[in-house]
Structure formats: C-alpha cells, structure tokens
C-alpha cells in the first residue's frame, strides 16, 4: 500500500501514487499504441475500402464499354464490312477518355488530407 507521504496531491484534486516511473512507463506505451495503431487501422481501412471500390468501378465500366460496343455493332449498320473497326475505336477512345478524366482528379496534395 502507498502511504499517505508518498502521494502528492495534483491540481485537479485527485492523487498520484509515488510509482511514477511504471506509471510513466504504461503512458507511454498507451500513447504509442493509440497514436501509431488508431491512424494505422484507419488508413488500412481506407485503402481497403479504396481498393474495393476501384476494382468495383473498374469492373462497371469495362460492361459499360462492352455494352456500347455492342450497341454500335449491332444497330448502326453504316458500320458495316470495311467501317468493322470503328466501334473499337470509338470504344478505346471513350474507355481512353474516362481513364484520362478519373486520373487527372487524382492530386498529390489531396491525398494526405483528412475529410472534413
């Protein structure tokens, strides 16, 4: 038991027992742990979900293309015999063009910043 000597009284009221360097020791180690595991848990979280929902777009827009190249291939019929190659390119151009549009939303400086 901590002898009524050895605690100091604190400005809050309460009291500190006179093990300071465990008790220091224990701050310490539950400082790290929330300051290092919490933000990693959260990123790891964050590129999880991240990764999830590329994969997901990614997936919607390749039906998308193959869709529209469908589309061209069956309905407009000027593209015929030798115009054949024309909905690819038309795909290719439009899949080329998203790919374009979602990387140049992509920007260093947004990406360390928290949401608000």
Do not use: C, H, N
């Not at 901590?2 to 093990?19: F, I, K, M, Y």
């Not at 151009?93 to 939303?105: E, K």
């Amino acid at each position: 038991m901590v002898d009524e000597r050895d605690t100091v009284r604190t400005p809050a009221g309460g009291r500190r027992g006179g093990r300071g360097v465990g008790d220091v020791v224990d701050l310490v180690k539950e400082y790290a742990r929330q300051e290092t595991l919490g933000p990693l848990k959260g990123a790891g979280r964050w590129l999880a979900l991240g990764a999830v929902g590329s994969v997901l777009l990614g997936l919607g827009l390749v039906f998308v293309l193959l869709g529209v190249l469908r589309l061209l291939q069956t309905e407009v019929s000027a593209l015929d015999g030798a115009w054949s190659w024309v909905p690819y390119l038309i795909v290719a151009t439009v899949g080329i063009l998203a790919a374009v549009i979602a990387l140049s939303r992509v920007r260093r400086s947004t990406l360390g910043k928290e949401p608000r």
